[in-house]
T-cell receptor, first 116, second 106 residues
Framework: DAGITQSPRHKVTETGTPVTLRCHQT?????MYWYRQDPGHGLRLIHY???????DKGEVSDGYSVSRSKTEDFLLTLESATSSQTSVYFC???????????????FGPGTRLTVL | KNEVEQSPQNLTAQEGEFITINCSYS?????LHWLQQHPGGGIVSLFM???GKKKHGRLIATINIQEKHSSLHITASHPRDSAVYIC????????FGTGTSLTVIP
């Protein structure tokens, strides 16, 4: 199994509070991704990173920011959580040097976030 | 709009049955992936295809690029195959289907 952990695994928070989710990898892979998974939508890309301090937006980036100050850590921040951000969040990594869909992605265990 | 459509959404089978899950897509792709999501939530990659067919154990995946269609077959299904199977396609980024929930009954 690829070495990917996510923390916390479960979180309940209130509307308007900031939340940070952490993805940690031990594989030294270049590409890291944050997805959210919601019923009826499948996985959707929030942000991704192609190196330290190099990030880009995905399909559903509004309301989220990311940071990657070290190869092994990719943080997802909800500056002011809303109920629409209640979801399961998955981190993924890819060993590709180019990114894109021709490489296998390895997924973390997920974080279940509930915003009340 | 959904770039990736899977069918069926839900599938129940008896142990030992041959199972087919279908994926159709509408975007140009470099590759197609089949993923398996376990009841506990973990997601693992089963196959990556850009043409033809791949086999791993009892699982077979095929893709027809011209028809923009892929199938995942499970031979001699077993209760441990019960999971959600997700199709993902893309070039620079992934588009994911909503998944097919498979239950195999002993």
């Amino acid at each position: 199994d690829a070495g990917i952990t996510q923390s916390p695994r479960h979180k309940v928070t209130e509307t308007g509070t900031p939340v940070t989710l952490r993805c940690h990898q031990t594989e030294n892979h270049r590409y890291m991704y944050w997805y959210r998974q919601d019923p009826g939508h499948g996985l959707r890309l929030i942000h991704y990173s192609y190196g330290v301090k190099d990030t880009d937006k995905g399909e559903v980036s509004d309301g989220y920011s990311v940071s990657r100050s070290k190869t092994e850590d990719f943080l997802l921040t909800l500056e002011s959580a809303t109920s629409s951000q209640t979801s399961v969040y998955f981190c993924a990594i890819s060993e590709s040097e180019q990114g894109g869909s021709t490489d296998t992605q390895y997924f973390g265990p997920g974080t279940r976030l509930t915003v009340l | 709009k959904n770039e990736v459509e899977q069918s069926p959404q839900n599938l129940t089978a008896q142990e030992g049955e041959f199972i087919t899950i279908n994926c159709s897509y509408s975007v140009g792709i470099s590759a197609l992936h089949w993923l398996q999501q376990h009841p506990g939530g973990g997601i693992v990659s089963l196959f990556m295809l850009s043409s033809g067919k791949k086999k791993h154990g009892r699982l077979i995946a095929t893709i027809n690029i011209q028809e923009k269609h892929s199938s995942l077959h499970i031979t001699a299904s077993h209760p441990r195959d019960s999971a959600v199977y997700i199709c993902a396609v893309g070039s620079n980024q992934f588009y994911f289907g909503t998944g097919t929930s498979l239950t195999v009954i002993p």
